[in-house]
């Protein structure tokens, strides 16, 4: 499965972006899709996920200012942000959970990240 970001970008505090992201390859089947952001010299931490029956998580951090949304036909998942501030500058990076019939589902999928800088 690969997956290709786009939409990050410059924007100032209290500004918006939106994130999508796109999965493709042969043969797959996708449950959950999110985002993560990793900091300089931070650990890379959750943001958002949406499982594949449709249920959303949102890190405290971000809830009431960002919102996920699936298009599941499309095998794409989008990330709106709004009302962004100077901590929310990171690096993000989709995630998508690989559905393989008798085997654990493959997280290990990750797109090549997208810089979202924040300046205050």
């Known amino acids: 499965v690969q997956l290709v970001e786009s939409g990050g970008g410059l924007v100032q505090t209290g500004g918006s972006l939106r994130l999508s992201c796109a999965a493709s390859g042969s043969n797959f089947r996708i449950g959950s899709m999110g985002w993560y952001r990793q900091a300089p010299g931070q650990q890379r931490e959750v943001v958002a996920v949406s499982s594949g029956g449709g249920a959303t998580y949102y890190a405290d951090s971000v809830k009431g200012r960002f919102a996920i949304s699936r298009d599941y036909a499309e095998n794409t998942v989008h990330l709106q942000m709004n009302n962004l501030k100077p901590e929310d500058t990171a690096v993000y990076y989709c995630?998508?959970?690989?559905?393989?019939?008798?085997?654990?589902?493959?997280?290990?999928?990750w797109g090549q990240g997208t810089q979202v800088t924040v300046s205050s």
């Open positions: 995630n998508a959970g690989e559905v393989i019939t008798g085997r654990p589902v493959n997280y290990d999928n």
